[in-house]
């Protein structure tokens, strides 16, 4: 508290605790603090929400021209677009668990504030939960406003589509450094769930980075199904560079997807595998036919690499293909790598003992392969990561 009585001498401040005593710090950064260049915030997420202090309008006395990094984690501070109209100089802007009951602000509010910040370099916006304001309304602009965020690399938001389609909507952002997109959707079946701001957003930053994606590797994970692009393809012993992560519950990802057909243009490489080392729960309930909504969307993939827990799934519902889903699910598939069990078993010698390493398995997708066949397209199958990337050398 002591060192607060200087304001005129501090550059950072950075306060990150559970107690909610923290209040009582408050009326003494009611004032100027002209040199400060950073801010850090941050409450335990446990905290009650009527523990947390909102700050005043006059936290910092409602300017500081120095600052170049805020970062607000829990924090309610509905007045935060008259601070954020004060630093022309910010980079970053890292708004994490934001509380909606109490420090709600609208989008077209957000997307002002990130219009007077040309200095930008990371922009996050993450909300804890989401209730959507009663007195919401539907945006209608007659044209959205360009800007230029030359130095801008990271982009990252979670909440509700709704508020990110509002946000985008409003904004023309030219970020030709941008490298990085994480977006996390709290949407559920039966939300108005929409992606096409985000997509164009990502189709039209002037990026290099954010386009032609030749590589998607979907997760299935307990709770939801990140999904991830890349450039390259990548090696067993290099993961290639992600600059596309999108995160959406289970039983949205065949919804989200289906928006996603510039993101798919160009994805030629498929990875399919689980997110944790336990399979979700859900994934015994997904039926055939939800696969196949999901797998027909990559039209152009000409590679399919499934790890080994999953493998038998995906076995299941290739060979239970009949008709014409043959020519409707992966047309371009000509690689097929559904991973076996690695085991090992130890062989005795006459001299000493060694391990030997083999691949198992008690599954085939031979039915699928002989189908191909006939129609046509055929599609090799391997077992083993190693050959799989072999092969894809060789081709």
């Known amino acids: 508290m002591a060192a607060l009585e200087e304001p005129d001498r501090i550059r950072q401040i950075t306060l990150v605790t559970s107690s909610p005593r923290v209040g009582a710090i408050i009326p003494v950064m009611q004032r100027p603090f002209p040199v400060l260049t950073h801010l850090r915030l941050g409450f335990a997420s446990g905290l009650p929400i009527r523990s947390v202090p909102v700050l005043p309008n006059d936290f910092l006395s409602g300017s500081a021209p120095s600052l170049q990094g805020i970062y607000l984690n829990g924090i309610p501070f509905p007045t935060l677009p008259t601070l954020l109209s004060s630093t022309p100089d910010l980079i970053h802007l890292e708004l994490v668990n934001i509380p909606t009951s109490s420090s709600y602000i609208s989008p077209e509010t957000m997307a002002a504030c990130v219009a007077a910040l040309p200095k930008l370099e990371s ?27 030359p130095s801008l690399t990271q982009f990252r938001f979670q909440g509700m589509s709704e508020y990110l389609e509002d946000f985008l909507v409003q904004i023309i952002i030219d970020a030709p450094r941008l490298n990085f997109i994480r977006v996390d959707y709290f949407d559920v079946p039966g939300d108005d769930f929409q992606v096409s701001q985000c997509l164009w957003f990502m189709c039209h930053t002037g990026s290099p980075q954010l386009s032609q994606f030749e590589l998607a590797k979907l997760y299935c994970g307990k709770e939801c199904i990140p999904i991830n692009f890349c450039h390259e393809m990548g090696s067993p012993e290099d993961d290639p560079e992600t600059h596309v992560q999108l995160y959406v519950r289970a039983s949205m990802i065949q919804p989200l997807l289906s928006q996603c057909s510039a993101l798919l243009s160009n994805v030629v490489h498929l990875f399919i595998g689980p997110w944790e080392k336990r399979l979700p729960w859900w994934l015994e309930d997904m039926e055939d036919a939800e696969w196949l909504a999901l797998l027909s969307l990559f039209t152009v993939v000409e590679t399919m690499h499934v790890s080994s827990s999953l493998a038998k799934h ?82």
């Open 123 to 149: 922009l996050i916006i993450e909300f804890g939960s989401w209730s959507s304001p009663a007195d919401r309304q539907g945006i209608h602009l007659d044209s959205p406003t360009q800007i230029i965020l």
């Open 314 to 395: 995906i076995a299941v519902v290739l060979n239970n293909l009949t008709g014409e889903m043959h020519s409707e699910v992966l047309p371009a598939l000509h690689l097929l790598c559904l991973e076996g069990f690695l085991n090992q078993r130890v062989i005795n010698s006459s001299k000493k003992k060694k391990t030997q390493f083999y691949i198992s398995r008690n599954f085939s997708c031979d039915k699928f392969a002989a189908s191909r066949r006939l129609s046509g397209r055929p599609v090799t199958i391997v077992y083993g990561e190693e050959e799989f990337y072999q092969k894809l050398v060789a081709d």
